[in-house]
């Protein structure tokens, strides 16, 4: 029995609790965060490759074996996510070095940090619904605390929304668990795949999986639940955005995706219309908003909304090639909007704001922060070099191939708006002139994540097909389940 | 809140939440219990202290120090705890069990390393709930 399943959520849960213990010896704290932040990423490389080789891994917390026991469970799909996860907090702990305060926002960040990422490599290694709902709220407690950490009074108040959300999204939530719990008599997501299937038809099914999509719509900012977003999106530390925008919204999307093809796989044609339906909305409504702002920062916010709806239009299809292409999207996503952030925060650390009005004139001032800001503009908006072209290449191709039309038509019309209001924003910032000269500099720390994160982005473009490979390998077995099953229940 | 009343009653209540709740630590093994709801009985308690006797005899709030060594410690206990089952159990968290014969009763008591992790729990919702609530009673 290997243990190395458990390491990505260990090796953060450790470190949390050894930098609440040493808050009074920076220097330790930051040996002991580069050693961690190096040896989760190591971990993740390797549970991806082992998992790529070897197929699908489990691992039994406390020995007892599943259905009665809680085990972690790691398919390509979680390995994707979590290898996403930890480039993109790698890079937002090495910008918070140099955003934060050196001594007590540092002390209070960091753990949090460190118990955030427990979480959601957590979610996305959990094979257990209720386990699930358990991380979920392990992520949302750092967040809250992280958002009002700073504390001023935009985001103590979006911090009372994120809470508010939260509260409500976990009550649905377990009240979807007990829905299915009452039928099933079980919590283990592989189990409840085998056990559900005599029930198909059975008005609860359709109404607890109509509840997750709700509640997993809400954690990903889907249409009519987006109202959230922006605020919290765009007030939260530079470091938080970056995380939040780039793997936080996607937990939902992977949630949903998890449900639906490992439980619900008999309701994907009933939902079909409905999600892609709230897709298109969120698309176009997200642009729309886009379009509107005069803030940085919130812009980015309402951009994520709007290529969220693009991710879960890839969901939606429901098909091999369309889900490849949504986890393309994702990790394409992820990086392109981790690095905008952090450009953006950059900006906030050299006037106090992030009002496009108040800067200018970059391109004189830092060429640099100039060109990868243009990588992450051309990312979004789909020009060829980076890997932006092939995210939404393969997701219009996939729509094609099934025959979905309009989608496909909304989503082309959308990717224009984008690439507008995108490339507006640039102009302003960088070319516009600029009222009075800014009296910092752009700090190497703060743009070599940048740098990094944009690097990656013409990477993915370039080197497009190893990961396409992947992501369609991971696709393939999503849409196997009984892979998933006998993984689990086999090592009974 | 300091009423004559209310002082009288937690002088009695107070300490008869805290051996209730070490009660249930102790039996949450087997039965209803452990370590999260004991630890949300304690912190009542003492919330029931602070609320009637406000700072007078114990300084709550320069004890902040405290209350985080309290829930730091907890966590570092169920960590290790869950750490001791992966290197001796072979799985994280795997609990191990041993039963004593407790001489002066003469009776076989069964120890579990799980209420080692329960204690660890114990001690960080009390810290949490003590620090937050006593946080909440500052004056700014």
Same mark, same amino acid.
């Given at each position: 029995m290997s243990h190395l399943l458990i390491l990505p959520v260990l090796i953060p849960l450790g470190t949390a609790i050894l930098l609440l213990i040493l808050r009074f010896l920076p220097m330790a704290r930051r040996i002991v965060i580069a050693f961690a932040g190096v040896s989760i990423l190591g971990v993740n490389i390797s549970v991806l490759s082992k998992i790529y080789k070897e197929g699908i891994q489990t691992y039994q917390l406390g020995g007892w074996p599943a259905p009665y026991g809680i085990v972690l469970v790691g398919d390509l799909l979680s390995g994707i996510m979590m290898m996403l996860g930890s480039i993109i907090a790698v890079c937002a702990l090495f910008y918070s070095f140099g955003y934060l305060k050196e001594d007590g926002q540092q002390a209070i960040f960091h753990p949090l940090f460190f118990f955030l990422w427990t979480g959601t490599n957590g979610t996305f290694l959990t094979g257990d619904i209720f386990n699930l709902f358990v991380m979920f709220e392990i992520m949302l407690m750092s967040i809250y605390s992280l958002l009002a950490m700073l504390g001023d009074k935009k985001q103590i108040e979006s911090g009372l929304k994120l809470i508010s959300m939260g509260l409500l999204s976990s009550a649905i939530f377990l009240a979807a668990v007990g829905g299915i719990y009452a039928l099933t008599?079980?919590?283990n997501m592989a189990d409840l795949a085998v056990k559900i299937k005599p029930h198909a038809g059975h008005p609860l099914v359709g109404a607890v999986a109509m509840l997750f999509l709700g509640v997993f719509g809400l954690k990903a900012a889907m249409m009519p639940m987006h109202f959230w977003l922006p605020d919290v999106h765009s007030s939260a530390p530079t470091p938080i955005s970056a995380m939040l925008s780039g793997i936080l919204i996607k937990v939902g999307v992977y949630a949903i995706i998890r449900v639906f093809c490992l439980i619900f796989v008999d309701l994907q044609g009933a939902f079909q219309p409905f999600i892609l339906t709230l897709a298109c909305i969120t698309m176009f409504m997200g642009a729309m908003g886009a379009v509107a702002q005069t803030d940085l920062k919130r812009l980015l916010a309402y951009s994520s909304v709007s290529q969220i709806g693009y991710i879960l239009m890839g969901v939606g299809f429901f098909s091999v090639a369309g889900m490849g292409a949504a986890l393309f999207y994702m990790i394409s996503h992820g990086i392109i909007k981790a690095s905008l952030f952090m450009a953006a925060g950059i900006l906030k650390k050299m006037k106090?704001?992030?009002?496009?009005?108040?800067?200018?004139?970059m391109i004189n001032i830092s060429p640099v922060f100039t060109l990868f800001f243009l990588i992450g503009v051309a990312g979004l908006g789909g020009?060829?070099?980076?890997?932006g072209f092939f995210m939404k290449f393969q997701l219009i191709k996939a729509g094609l191939d099934g025959a979905f039309y309009l989608p496909v038509f909304v989503a082309l019309v959308v990717s224009l708006f984008t690439l507008f209001y995108l490339a507006q924003s640039w102009q302003k910032v960088c070319l516009m002139p600029q009222k009075e000269e800014p009296t910092i500099r752009p700090s190497f720390k703060l743009l070599l994540p940048v740098g990094v994160l944009a690097l990656l982005c013409l990477v993915l473009g370039f080197a497009a097909d190893p990961i396409i490979t992947l992501t369609t390998a991971a696709s393939q077995q999503l849409f196997s389940p009984e892979l998933y099953i006998k993984a689990v229940m086999g090592s009974m | 809140m300091n009423s004559l009343i209310f002082r009288s009653i937690i002088k009695i209540v107070s300490p008869i939440l805290m051996l209730f709740s070490v009660y249930l630590l102790l039996r949450g093994h087997q039965l209803p219990g452990g370590g999260f709801i004991a630890g949300l009985m304690t912190s009542a308690g003492l919330v029931l202290i602070y609320l009637a006797? /406000?700072?007078?005899?114990?300084?709550w709030r320069h004890r902040s120090r405290f209350f985080y060594f309290l829930f730091t410690s907890g966590l570092t206990i169920s960590f290790l705890t869950g750490l001791a089952g992966l290197f001796w159990? /072979?799985?994280?968290l795997k609990s191990g069990f041993a039963h004593v014969h407790m001489p002066l009763i003469n009776e076989d008591w069964e120890f579990a390393s799980a209420a080692v992790f329960d204690f660890g729990v114990y001690l960080v919702v009390c810290g949490v709930c003590v620090s937050l609530m006593t946080m909440l009673g500052e004056e700014e």
């Open positions: 008599g079980t919590l106090g704001t992030t009002e496009m009005s108040e800067h200018g004139n020009i060829p070099p980076s890997s | 006797y /406000g700072c007078e005899r114990f300084d159990g /072979g799985f994280f």
